[in-house]
């Protein structure tokens, strides 16, 4: 069955600082790859998908993620953080149905 | 404005009551979601609906029940049934059709069980 794993449950940076946040995902055709965020008790908006093609995708609020293949991992990244960008960060796959798989979230803690 | 309006955002039951959350959408989305969300857990599917007056089972359905009579409603009921009932739940939509993975939100209801 298709999995995604997001090994860090809470992760600290200072504002201003690079990250990045990892995902691994378990399936073996190229997998439809999405990242979403959720502010504290409000819902999930859509940061960036991958399909195909390019493995480098740009997303919104200049968060970017690489898919690659030979380690499963499809981890996001942002070269300099705000505090606004504090929030729970969601890694999911689409199974054959169409239906997502989420991780099971990454607590993004920012550090003024 | 086009959107997801979830109701109520904080909820309060005693045991044994059953409750309603409301779900409703002007997005013309045919396809409407019920997922629990608890800490640790990530997202979990109760229930889906591609079309009206149709709706499946997700990964955890027991306890709770839903309906389709419009397509812009899909209020799902939390019955005394479901043991662990104290959650955050989401409404979600996105287009029948549309493959591609991307979910519309609402802003979550907060029920606890007193």
């Known amino acids: 069955a298709q999995s995604v794993t997001q090994p860090d449950i809470h992760i600290t940076v200072s504002e201003g600082a690079s990250l990045e946040l990892r995902c691994n995902y378990s399936?073996?055709?190229?997998?439809?790859l999405f990242w979403y965020v959720q502010s504290p008790g409000q819902g999930l908006q859509l940061l960036l998908k991958y399909f195909s093609g390019d493995t480098l995708v740009q997303g919104i609020k200049g968060f970017e993620a690489e898919f690659k293949r030979s380690q499963s991992s499809f981890n996001l990244r942002k070269p300099s953080v705000h505090w606004s960008d504090a929030a729970e960060y969601f890694c999911?796959?689409?199974?054959?149905?169409?239906?997502?798989?989420w991780g099971a979230g990454t607590k993004l803690i920012i550090k003024p | 404005d086009g959107g997801i309006t979830q109701s109520p955002k904080y909820l309060f039951r005693k045991e044994g009551q059953n409750v309603t959350l409301s779900c409703e959408q002007n997005l013309n989305h045919d396809a409407m979601y019920w997922y629990r969300q608890d800490p640790g857990q990530g997202l979990r599917l109760i229930y889906y609906?591609?079309?009206?007056?149709?709706?499946q089972k997700g990964d955890i359905a027991e306890g709770y029940s839903v309906s389709r009579e419009k397509k812009e409603s899909f209020p799902l009921t939390v019955t005394s049934a479901q043991k662990n009932p104290t959650a955050f739940y989401l409404c979600?939509?996105?287009?029948?059709?549309?493959?591609?993975?991307?979910?519309?939100f609402g802003e979550g209801s907060r029920l606890t069980v007193l």
């Open positions: 979600a939509t996105t287009p029948v059709g549309d493959h591609t993975g991307e979910l519309f």
């Open positions: 609906s591609q079309i009206v007056n149709d709706f």
């Open positions: 999911a796959t689409l199974d054959s149905n169409y239906q997502l798989i």
């Open positions: 399936y073996g055709a190229t997998p439809y």
